[in-house]
Each structure stands twice: as C-alpha cells, then as structure tokens.
C-alpha cells in the first residue's frame, strides 16, 4: 500500500512540476590555441634504367627440325638402292643433331634490353596543425569550456530551474 502512494505521490509532482529557463552570457576568462601533432608523408618517386637479359625462348627445336630436312635430303641424294633409305634416315638423323647444335649455340650469348625500374618512398615529418581554441569562462562557481574556431569574448548560456 505504501507503495503504491509513493508512486501515486511521484507521478502527481511530475504532472504539476514546472521550470524556467533563461538565457545569459559569460565573460572569457582565458583563450588557449589547440594544436594537434600529424606525420605527414611525401612520396617521392626514384627511377632508373635496367639491363635486363632478354631471353630466347629458342631450344634448338627449329635448328633441329631445319637441320634434320636439310641432312634427309642430302642423305638421299648420296646413297643407291636399299642404301638410299639408310643414307636418308642417317642424314637425318645427323643432319638434326648438328642443326640442334647450331642453334643452340648462336642462342648462347645473351642479348640484354634496358627497362626502366621505378620505386616510390616516403619523406615523412612531423607538424604541429592548427585545430581551435579552448575558451574557458565561469559561471556560479563552475568552469565552461567552449571550442571555437576564434577567441571568444563572451560565451552563451542557458540556464534551467526546474521544481
């Protein structure tokens, strides 16, 4: 029952409850700048040329197959009879193997190409930026903080009373 009456005697203040407000300003006591420490990067780009070795994507295979026609021909130019189908697979069959080697050979030395390489790396540096003031004020014994972009000679306020 008891409590039943509070939340009874609660709600019948908060339905009959009012309030003020007014409106004052407050004189600047201190302005203090705000600044914020940022790392800035610059990048800077660094390039230069490059020998690079260019290589061939020649196995000897072409060399071969060129050397082996050119060897099968002649071998059958050569031979007589049963002996010309010898001579022609022997002429190719060695006509293969030099061209193979021929080609391989003329492969052996490195051709290089000049490639420009870039990179990009950071300067990096530390400022101090700008960022606000600070202005503090009092009013009825405690402290106001206002961030502004500017000095502020007054600050603001509003007051409510509520009974």
């Known amino acids: 029952m008891k409590k039943v009456i509070l939340i009874a005697a ?19 006591i201190r ?15 660094e390039c230069w040329d490059e020998e690079v070795p260019v290589s061939r994507n020649d196995d000897g ?3 071969a197959i060129i050397g082996g026609a050119a060897g099968g021909i002649l071998g059958h ?4 009879g049963s002996g010309k189908t010898a ?11 030099v061209g193979k080697n021929l080609s391989e050979q003329g492969s ?3 051709s290089y190409r000049i490639e420009r390489r870039c990179k990009t790396r950071y300067k990096e540096r530390t400022e101090n930026r700008f960022v606000g003031y600070k202005n503090y004020a009092r009013y009825k014994g ?5 961030f502004s972009d500017e000095p502020l000679k007054r600050i603001d306020v509003t007051v409510t009373v509520t009974y």
Do not use: C, M, N
């Open 142 to 146: 405690r402290e106001i903080v206002k």
């Open 108 to 110: 052996s030395s490195p």
């Open 31 to 45: 302005s203090e700048p705000i600044y914020r420490t940022v790392t800035v990067r610059t990048p800077i780009e």
């Open 10 to 28: 609660l709600a019948a203040s908060a339905l009959f409850a009012e309030s003020f407000s007014w409106h004052d300003s407050v004189r600047v």
């Open 61 to 63: 295979t072409l060399g």
């Open 77 to 80: 130019q050569v031979g007589g």
């Open 87 to 97: 001579a022609t697979v022997g002429g190719a069959i060695i006509g293969t193997l």
